[in-house]
């Protein structure tokens, strides 16, 4: 009786220890549970998380603009005015000047087109009415024939002024119109086309002072550009690569002003 009393205090015993053991170790795993909870909620596991982040950043200037140089701005506006200043960026007074030039081609072709039309008409006149031989004439002599009545004339006013050295030959420079109204008729035409040619000239100095002023312009407003320029504002534009263990690669970027 005593042996089974024994026997049974024994393998109670053992049931005990066992249920004991096997207690304690599912409160561990739930003591382990709650902490791993805790620690995911409060927070206390970015050092590793971030031991295993890495940023690659990249940054670089970006400038808005760049100086402009007075030499370009001098020769646009002397291959065509207005265009240093579009050139400089300000148009609104260039505009003008490619305006004014536009003008004045135009007066120029007039004026020289009406010039050669006139000297062809007086030329055509003298050959016609004072037996003038055309070939290898100067433009003074074309002039002397509007002012005198025949060679006679002028070279007896010339030997008069003593000026032998201007008289003509009398038979390669031979003219003579039939009456003053004849010369006065050619003397209207010649005019008329030196008036014109007078005109080219002053619209040859007209396009070249257009460019002149242009360009002085140009340089004025490239000068204001430059000056500006380093008062503008530039960018830093900053590109991250991030590399996260539990989330897919992001890339940032970033865009900074610096004055």
Do not use: C
């Not at 015993?13 to 909870?37: G, H, M, P």
């Not at 002028?154 to 003509?168: G, I, P, Q, S």
């Amino acid at each position: 009786m005593k042996n089974i009393i024994s026997l049974v205090v024994l393998l109670s015993s053992i049931a005990f220890a066992q249920s004991e053991q096997t207690k304690s170790l599912i409160e561990l795993k739930q003591l382990s549970a709650v902490k791993d909870q805790q620690i995911a909620v409060g927070g206390q596991k970015p050092a590793v998380i971030n031991s295993q982040q890495q940023v690659s950043n990249i940054q670089y200037q970006v400038p808005d603009n760049k100086k402009k140089n007075p030499a370009l701005a001098i020769l646009y506006s002397m291959l065509l005015p207005g265009m240093g200043e579009l050139y400089a960026g300000d148009y609104s007074s260039g505009k003008y000047f490619t305006i004014a030039d536009g003008v004045l081609w135009g007066a120029f072709v007039g004026f020289e087109t009406y010039g050669k039309w006139k000297e062809n008409d007086y030329k055509s006149f003298a050959e016609s009415n004072g037996g003038v031989n055309l070939s290898g004439k100067q433009s003074d002599y074309f002039a002397n024939i509007g002012i005198y009545q025949s060679i006679d004339d002028y070279n007896a006013a010339m030997e008069l002024n003593r000026n032998f050295d201007r008289t003509y030959n009398t038979a390669a420079y031979y003219w003579k119109w039939n009456d003053n109204e004849q010369r006065k008729a050619y003397r209207d035409l010649w005019s008329s086309s030196e008036s014109a040619y007078t005109n080219v000239r002053f619209v040859v100095g007209a396009l070249i002072l257009n460019r002149l002023i242009s360009a002085v312009n140009a340089v004025r407003l490239v000068s204001a550009y430059n000056k500006n320029l380093s008062q503008e504002v530039s960018w830093s534009v900053s590109v991250g690569v991030n590399h996260h263990p539990t989330l897919p690669t992001s890339i940032t970027f970033n865009f900074v002003k610096e004055f």
